[in-house]
């Protein structure tokens, strides 16, 4: 596969050499391209590539993130990847709707994570992992996840974001996207720490994509006819590829990319995607 620089630095080597050959003279027939779709990603590590390098920035910005992989089709072009690791939906208003303007025509995002501490639970919690017991950071980590959801608080920070989206781009289509199991489901009924641990991150994956689905559904309904926003759940694209899978789509360790998806993974949220018609925009 291309690199993105590649890809994009194809167009100008074409345009060049038409230049050249008016310059001589020569007759050049003129080219009809399709307008292809003005696409701007936002959102957190997930959207911008972390976890499958190589990395272009700070923010962990990837050549095989699912929006690089999107640009590769004839009837998109990225404009730019916005997404930035380690930020939230607050973080996504702030610092990354100034990217939007009246001529994007798609947006997808993928933020959310952070609002409720994912990486703390992750942290704290998922040394259970290795026969460790989990100390009381772990639960003061899980109470934090659990009332900013219980409480309303994620959803009324979604819904603000998509929002805000919707006002920086007001003819933009909107998909916002899900986040993958880390770690496959388990069956019910054992009581080893790793276990118990797979539950609560299997649990709160299930109310943090729901919280997700509603706030996007919401919006979506407060909208009449088109531009539409889409929820797109990408749980179903990584089953069986867990962290702790024989083929696993999820990074393990300690590192900075560790819980996040490789390659494969990205490619299968693009898969996912593109599957729902995200893309499908013309």
Not at 159 to 172: D, N, W
Not at 181 to 193: E, K, N, S, W
């Amino acid at each position: 596969m291309g690199t993105a620089k590649a890809r994009r630095r194809h167009s100008a080597v074409g345009a060049g050499l038409a230049a050249l050959a008016m310059a001589a003279g020569l007759a050049v027939a003129p080219v009809y391209a399709a307008e292809k779709t003005k696409y701007i990603a936002l959102g957190d590590s997930f959207a911008a590539g972390q976890g499958a390098g190589p990395y272009l920035d700070g923010c962990y910005r990837s050549e095989n993130a699912y929006s690089e992989l999107a640009d590769e089709a004839k009837a998109i072009h990225l404009v730019t990847n916005a997404a930035c690791s380690g930020r939230t939906t607050r973080d996504v208003m702030n610092d990354q709707l100034r990217k939007l303007n009246k001529s994007t025509e798609l947006v997808t995002i993928t933020a959310g994570g952070n609002n409720i501490g994912f990486g703390d639970i992750i942290n704290y919690c998922g040394v259970a992992l290795l026969g460790d017991t989990p100390g009381t950071a772990c639960g003061t980590a899980t109470a934090y996840a659990t009332t900013q959801i219980q409480s309303g608080q994620l959803y009324s920070d979604l819904l603000s974001k998509i929002r805000s989206v919707q006002t920086a781009a007001p003819t933009a289509k909107i998909v916002v996207t899900g986040y993958p199991y880390l770690l496959d489901p388990i069956p019910a009924g054992r009581t080893d720490t790793a276990a118990v641990f797979i539950y609560q991150a299997t649990q709160l994956s299930d109310l943090l994509n729901g919280t997700i689905a509603a706030a996007a559904t919401a919006a979506d309904k407060a909208t009449s006819g088109d531009p539409k926003v889409q929820y797109v759940d990408v749980r179903a694209a990584f089953a069986g590829h867990g962290a702790l899978s024989g083929d696993p789509w999820i990074n393990l360790g300690t590192a900075s990319d560790a819980f996040h998806p490789n390659a494969r993974g990205y490619r299968a949220y693009f898969t996912a995607l593109n599957q729902a018609g995200a893309y499908a925009v013309r």
